[in-house]
Each structure stands twice: as structure tokens, then as C-alpha cells.
């Protein structure tokens, strides 16, 4: 009987002790959530998901078992560059973005508003034309220092070298027989010694 009061008793306690550390944790995610809510800036939206797609995406390329090692490496190599460019290049447009917006609506009372508007448009901008043209400008070059090439490109190139023309190619002989005339058409002998039978015109 005391064996099961005390398992009671230590049980209640256990369960007093979660809730009061829910309780504490609820309250520290809640004050969390409310700062990110009145200081949100869309530069910090997508620098934490080009933070995310920079460590997931290259770890899940080279965990997949049915690619080619080579493609694996190149594939992962390129999307960590790239997530690694677009993450300060979403911050400098976004933050260009919103000082220019603040100068320009100063003593309005709409500069905030302003500045969150354009800071979007600023980081827009970068995902649209800034990121992909840096890229294209600076991916390559580190590629090609590392010593990796696109596995794509790889094969076009076997493919062409496998392709050998003869330098020698051989003419088919062709026979050349004389040509003999057959006269087809029928001399006037032939008319003249056939036998003159059946119907006679004019009693000839």
C-alpha cells in the first residue's frame, strides 16, 4: 500500500515538473515569435532559408546511393556556391533597399513602411538578376580551379571522341558491261514475208 502511494505521489510530481517546463518553454518560444514579429525584415526570411538550402540541399544530393559520385560532388559543390553568394547578396539589396527608402520618405511618417516595402523589392531583385548573374560570373572559375567539370559536359565529350571516320574509304566497284542495241521496232520484211491471209479490202 505505501509502495503505491509513493508511485503516486512521485508520479504527480513528475507530471508537475513537465508542465511547469512547458509552461517555461512556451514562454520563451512565445517571446521569441513576438520579437521576430515586430523586428521581421525580409532580408532575414530569406537569408534563413538560403542558410537552410545551403546545408540540406548539398547533404541530400550527396546521401542519394543511386547517383554517380562524380555527378554527386559537382552537384553539391554548386548548390552550396550558390546559397553561399545568394546570402549576402539578399542582404545588400535588401539593405541598399530599405536605407535608400528611408531617406527618401524622411519626415513623411511613412518611412518604416517604406523601408519594409522596398527592402521586399530589394531582395526581389537580388533573387531575380543579382544572384544569377553572380553565378554565372564566379561558379565556373572555382569549378574549373577544383578540377570539376559538369558530368554533362563530360559526355558530350566522350561521345564526340568516340566517333573515328576512315581515312581511307574504299569506292565500290562498279562493272561496266557493253552495251548491246536491241532493235525493237519491225522492218518493212517483216510486213512483206508474212502470209497474206484473212480479209482482202477492194477485192485485192
Not at 541530400?60 to 556556391?81: H, I, Q, S, V
Not at 563530360?154 to 561496266?176: G, L, R
Request: charged share 20%; glycine share 8%.
Amino acid at each position: 500500500m505505501l509502495q503505491t502511494l509513493a508511485k503516486i505521489f512521485l508520479f504527480r510530481r513528475y507530471i508537475v515538473g513537465i508542465t511547469i517546463m512547458a509552461g517555461n518553454n512556451f514562454q520563451f518560444i512565445k517571446k521569441i515569435c513576438k520579437s521576430l514579429g515586430e523586428n521581421n525584415k525580409p532580408t532575414y526570411v530569406v537569408m534563413s532559408i538560403a542558410a537552410v538550402k545551403g546545408i540540406c540541399r548539398p547533404t541530400f544530393t550527396m546521401m542519394d546511393k543511386t547517383e554517380n559520385p562524380e555527378t554527386k560532388k559537382y552537384t553539391a559543390l554548386r548548390e552550396g556556391l550558390t546559397e553561399v553568394i545568394a546570402i549576402p547578396a539578399y542582404w545588400t539589396c535588401g539593405e541598399l533597399s530599405g536605407k535608400i527608402a528611408q531617406k527618401v520618405f524622411k519626415g513623411t511618417g511613412l518611412e518604416k513602411r517604406a523601408a519594409t516595402n522596398l527592402m521586399f523589392m530589394g531582395v526581389c531583385a537580388a533573387a531575380l538578376f543579382v544572384i544569377p548573374g553572380l553565378c554565372s560570373i564566379v561558379i565556373k572559375p572555382i569549378m574549373d580551379a577544383l578540377g570539376l567539370k559538369n558530368p554533362e559536359e563530360n559526355k558530350k565529350s566522350v561521345k564526340k571522341t568516340d566517333i573515328t571516320i576512315p581515312s581511307q574509304m574504299k569506292t565500290p566497284e562498279i562493272s561496266t558491261q557493253p552495251l548491246t542495241h536491241i532493235n525493237t521496232y519491225p522492218t518493212m520484211k517483216a510486213f512483206t514475208t508474212r502470209p497474206q491471209t484473212g480479209l482482202k479490202v477492194g477485192g485485192l
